[in-house]
């Protein structure tokens, strides 16, 4: 069965097309939601497809194995909220007359493209083309976070896109390096680009080349995902950015970055060894999480401060992953949280935006009683980030914790060590805004169909969060156990 | 392999390869922000010499193709954007840099010598032609990424993103003698696009803060 994984890609791409000629907005609206419908429902078959019968895959183009599926799933489903989200919050910036008819129908188009070319990325087969896609993805958000055209906004779009080629560009040198070493093997064709190819011929691949080609595509793509020290341009880009567009770069963008990692690791293992990768990921997943732990106390922006925890969450699927063994399960488990959580606190958070035209965490307590829709966001969001159980980043961070206290407990104390600090520092920040007592100044109050579509949005995330704490549908099982072999991890999870 | 013996046509691409790291010392050495972009168009065509030169000698045609592009995208378009650009603007030199003249040559010296120290590993993997073309595509883009980190000016940032550009394509026909079909027509498509991103941004940037002097912008920071 081939149309969930079609569907999926192709129903970005094709509304935002036509949102070239549809100049109504009423149309725009319900042609939205019908995306967003599509884009959660196919991921979820798409998973139910792969996990019974096997990688789907389409000509030479598109082939989605359980790790692409995974990851289809973790951007299908906050692409189709984010998308809901979107219409309730740059409609409520139209009806307010910041952003004109011409601009709200150039924000959809370059939105949709944007999600389009990320849920590509995940499902092609050839190497190179995923970083075409992801280099679309890169310039399609370039021009999406300087959307407002602020002067916050243009420098941080301008950072965004000077730092962002670097590493892209960094990428496709390694991407280069990988094909002039299996070309090698292979000859000169385009299956010396397909990974599921290369998955095959990876242990005669050459060791010192793989390796350099490693590192360059863990530091460009890295420098996509935010890892430290790539990430300054990460809380400037979500602190300016239009809140649906921030909480799509989190919870999206920083996801397919870690897939194209993912995918070159698997390789690179092959040739050298799991060794060397899991010391660099592991390396990069500490400096990550330690920087981002600390500086989540300093942080007066809240829309920054979700920047920060992005990357600490990052990180921690990083360490995961480097870890191997379960704590790949730990890794997988931890994106797919993190991204429902994140896009959560951000469409709480683009409300409080909207009401109060200031984005001060010190000014803005009492959310719970003043805003409870963003309240309630906000603070159960905060709480699954901050890893509290049941929920699903408490399960990977145990996961994680207890795989590094088997094989290097060192590890494990350091791991421990800052996600308490972690724990701390984000919990306090946003008990600051839910609780307390609400201010005398007024925010404005928000049209209904802005609060109808981002309560919807919200309520679908943080549904699927408690779904996820409480039960584990039996495909994610299954994928999950798809996907370990890969690692050459084996073990029980749940 | 036609005519040409194998050690011509390797002197030949390593000519051109030379060349084109020449180029990258000129746009180091340059103030001029116009004649920063002349130098980018020239090491565009050495490019597609190049490329021209490696399709002939194996007899892969669409590295043709890709000369062709070379030609049309980044020795033309992009400099004329580029160009526009600048006309725009109100400075035609880059006065202050974060490092001077002397200093970035020397630097640019060091890094030259770093890429063939990284890939001297790997070099024996290449083909036979074009077995020196890899190192030198490195030193391209470590080059273009000092350009973009000592320069404050948009447009010279620009600059050095499309001489990384550059070597990425040298590291892609000489080295591998051309990435898929598909593959380098998708990667000019991505670059001619942000070429396109870059000229409105920088076009934002004036209007706003009323220069395209990076530096201004540092409100964003812990």
Redesign the interface.
């Known amino acids: 069965m081939i149309w969930p994984i079609i569907l999926l890609i192709a129903t970005p791409f094709l509304i935002g097309v036509s949102g070239l000629v549809v100049r109504n907005r009423q149309t725009l609206d319900v042609l939205h939601c019908v995306q967003a419908g599509i884009m959660v429902v196919s991921s979820i078959l798409l998973i139910d497809e792969v996990s019974v019968s096997g990688p789907v895959s389409f000509f030479y183009f598109l082939h989605a194995d359980a790790i692409s599926a995974w990851f289809d799933l973790v951007i299908g489903i906050v692409a189709g909220t984010g998308t809901l989200y979107a219409v309730g919050y740059v409609g409520e910036q139209y009806d307010r007359g910041h952003v004109s008819l011409k601009r709200f129908r150039q924000f959809f188009l370059l939105f949709d493209l944007y999600l389009g070319v990320m849920l590509l990325a995940v499902n092609v087969e050839?190497l190179?083309?995923m970083?075409?896609a992801i280099?679309?993805a890169t310039?399609s958000a370039?021009?999406l976070i300087?959307f407002e055209?602020?002067?916050?906004a243009?420098?941080?779009?301008?950072?965004f896109?000077?730092l962002s080629?670097?590493g892209i560009?960094?990428a496709?040198?390694g991407t280069?390096?990988v094909?002039?070493?299996s070309?090698?093997l292979l000859g000169?064709?385009?299956e010396a680009?397909h990974w599921a190819t290369l998955y095959e011929v990876g242990d005669q691949l050459?060791p010192?080349?793989m390796k350099?080609a490693f590192i360059c595509i863990l530091v460009g793509y890295g420098t996509k995902a935010g890892l430290v020290p790539m990430h300054t341009w990460l809380?400037?880009a979500h602190?300016?950015a239009p809140t649906p567009v921030s909480a799509m770069l989190s919870a999206n963008m920083l996801t397919m970055a870690i897939y194209a990692i993912l995918r070159f690791k698997i390789l690179t293992d092959q040739s050298v060894g799991t060794e060397f990768t899991g010391t660099l990921l592991l390396g990069f997943g500490f400096f990550s999480v330690g920087l981002s732990a600390i500086?989540l106390l300093?942080q007066e922006d809240f829309k920054r401060l979700l920047a920060f925890s992005s990357i600490e969450h990052i990180g921690i699927a990083l360490i995961g992953f480097g870890l191997g063994g379960l704590g790949v399960f730990g890794g997988l488990w931890h994106l797919l949280n993190h991204a429902l959580a994140k896009s959560a606190a951000f469409y709480g958070a683009g409300l409080v935006l909207i009401t109060h035209e200031h984005k001060f965490i010190a000014r803005v307590p009492g959310l719970l009683r003043k805003h409870p829709a963003a309240g309630v966001a906000l603070f159960v969001a905060g709480l699954v980030l901050a890893g509290m159980p049941p929920f699903g980043l408490f399960v990977s961070e145990i996961t994680i914790a207890v795989n590094a206290m088997a094989t290097a407990p060192m590890i494990a104390y350091g791991f421990l060590g800052v996600l308490t600090v972690a724990f701390a520092t984000l919990l306090f920040q946003i008990l600051r805004m839910v609780l307390g007592v609400p201010m005398e100044t007024h925010g404005s109050t928000v049209g209904v169909r802005c609060r109808a579509f981002s309560t919807a949005a919200i309520a679908v995330n943080l549904g699927a969060l408690i779904f996820l704490g409480l039960h584990v549908p039996d495909g994610l099982h299954n994928l999950i156990g798809a996907i370990l072999p890969f690692f050459h991890a084996e073990g029980e999870y749940f | 392999m036609p005519n040409l013996p194998i050690n011509i046509g390797s002197y030949l691409v390593n000519l051109c390869s030379a060349l084109l790291l020449l180029t990258c010392f000129a746009i180091v050495a340059q103030r001029r922000l116009m004649a920063c972009v002349d130098l980018f168009a020239l090491q565009s065509v050495f490019l597609a010499v190049t490329a021209t030169l490696v399709a002939y000698l194996t007899g892969?045609h669409h590295i043709y193709l890709a000369a062709v592009l070379t030609i049309a995208i980044k020795a033309m378009i992009l400099p004329r954007i580029l160009k526009k650009i600048v006309r725009q603007l109100n400075v035609q030199r880059e006065v202050s840099m974060y490092v001077n003249i002397p200093t970035g040559l020397l630097i640019c010296g060091a890094l030259v010598i770093l890429a063939f120290f990284?890939?001297e590993?790997?070099v024996h993997?290449?083909f036979l032609l074009t077995q020196d073309s890899?190192a030198i595509a490195?030193a391209i883009?470590l080059i273009?990424?000092f350009i973009?980190v000592s320069r404050l000016k948009?447009v010279t940032?620009v600059i050095g993103?499309l001489v990384?550009?550059n070597g990425?394509f040298l590291?892609?026909t000489a080295?591998?003698?051309?990435?898929?079909l598909?593959?380098e027509l998708?990667?000019f498509?991505?670059v001619l696009?942000?070429g396109l991103?870059?000229g409105?941004?920088t076009h934002?940037?004036q209007e706003?803060?009323g220069s395209v002097d990076?530096s201004r912008?540092?409100?964003?920071k812990?």
């Open positions: 050839n190179g083309i970083w075409i280099e679309g310039l370039a021009l300087g055209r602020s002067k916050g243009l420098e941080a779009g301008w950072k896109v000077i080629s670097v560009a960094l496709l040198f280069i390096l094909y002039y070493t070309e090698q000169i064709t385009e680009l050459d010192s080349a350099i809380p400037d602190g300016e500086v300093l | 892969i990284i890939t590993p790997i993997l290449g890899l490195l883009v273009g990424f973009m948009a940032q993103f990384i550009e990425l590291a892609a080295a591998a003698y051309g990435m898929p598909i593959v998708g990667i498509f991505d696009v942000a991103i870059v409105i941004y934002q940037i706003a803060f990076t912008m540092k409100a964003l812990e």
